[in-house]
């Protein structure tokens, strides 16, 4: 990315390692704050090297990992959701794909959370 003068990079935390680590192991929540951490560092290191990058911290998503939970946890989750769901594939994938376009191509160092209102600013 240095050599071509232009890069994006996006990175997946979770609300874990933003907001409240109380609702995952201190493995999952450090790692997931470390991701936030490691993306400021890149974002300040290589601007001028027109690289960016960028976190997302998504909620309450159907994957590979919330299938470990019990529907019983995944459903009380969804109900302190405000929007009332979880998140589909599509809508992480466009908040990567804003981060990816040229629209964005003056952000650099933060985190964008998709959580259907479960943490405001």
Same mark, same amino acid.
């Not at 933003?18 to 470390?34: C, E, H, L, T």
């Given at each position: 990315?240095?050599?071509?003068?232009?890069?994006?990079?996006?990175?997946?935390?979770?609300?874990?390692?933003?907001?409240?680590?109380?609702?995952?192991?201190?493995?999952?929540?450090?790692?997931?704050?470390?991701?936030?951490?490691?993306?400021?560092?890149?974002?300040?290191?290589?601007?001028?090297?027109?690289?960016?990058?960028?976190?997302?911290?998504?909620?309450?998503?159907?994957?590979?990992?919330?299938?470990?939970?019990?529907?019983?946890?995944? =459903?009380?989750?969804?109900?302190?959701?405000?929007?009332?769901?979880?998140?589909?594939?599509?809508?992480?994938?466009?908040?990567?794909?804003?981060?990816?376009? =040229? =629209?964005?191509?003056?952000?650099?160092?933060?985190?964008? =959370?998709?959580?259907?209102?479960?943490?405001?600013?």
């Amino acid at each position: 990315m240095v050599s071509q003068g232009w890069g994006r990079i996006v990175n997946i935390s979770s609300r874990a390692g933003r907001y409240n680590p109380n609702q995952a192991g201190p493995a999952y929540a450090a790692s997931k704050a470390a991701m936030l951490g490691l993306t400021r560092s890149i974002a300040n290191d290589f601007p001028r090297s027109g690289i960016t990058c960028n976190t997302i911290a998504p909620g309450i998503f159907k994957s590979l990992l919330t299938q470990q939970i019990s529907s019983e946890v995944f =459903d009380s989750i969804v109900a302190k959701t405000p929007m009332g769901r979880s998140g589909s594939a599509d809508e992480l994938g466009a908040a990567v794909a804003f981060f990816t376009s =040229d =629209d964005a191509s003056f952000v650099t160092g933060a985190c964008l =959370d998709v959580n259907g209102g479960h943490t405001m600013s």
